[in-house]
């Protein structure tokens, strides 16, 4: 990613994760494996400068799609220090991606309020 397509610092992202057919079984393994190594995950979050991460499942006629929310200081480093990781976690987090998404669309912000 280029410097300009970078995000500002503080910003939030959203994307749009079309799975692969099939993959709601391992889908919903994952999102029980992360919230049984919730302190694991926030450990990772907080060395990556990410505040907050949502995921969100959307199911139609089109297939299935993780919607994913991410707000960081910089995302950038967070993207820099997940790749790096060896965090037990991350491995498995960077493993469920390769094995069950088939597409990222980031969406445009419209509208991005925080106090």
């Known amino acids: 990613m280029s410097e300009a397509a970078l995000p500002p610092a503080d910003s939030a992202v959203c994307a749009r994760v079309r799975l692969h057919p099939g993959s709601l079984e391992r889908v919903r393994a994952w999102a029980s494996h992360i919230a049984e190594h919730r302190e694991d995950a926030l450990r990772t979050l907080a060395a990556e400068g990410?505040?907050?991460?949502?995921?969100?499942?959307?199911?139609?006629?089109?297939?299935?799609?993780?919607?994913?929310?991410?707000?960081?200081?910089?995302?950038?480093?967070?993207?820099?220090?997940?790749?790096?990781?060896?965090?037990?976690?991350?491995?498995?987090?960077?493993?469920?991606?390769?094995?069950?998404w088939a597409e990222v669309k980031r969406l445009e912000a419209l509208v991005d309020l925080r106090r």
């Open 50 to 100: 990410v505040t907050i991460e949502s995921v969100f499942l959307d199911s139609g006629s089109e297939g299935d799609f993780l919607v994913y929310y991410m707000r960081a200081a910089s995302h950038e480093k967070a993207r820099q220090v997940a790749t790096q990781s060896t965090e037990a976690i991350d491995r498995y987090h960077q493993a469920f991606k390769r094995e069950t």
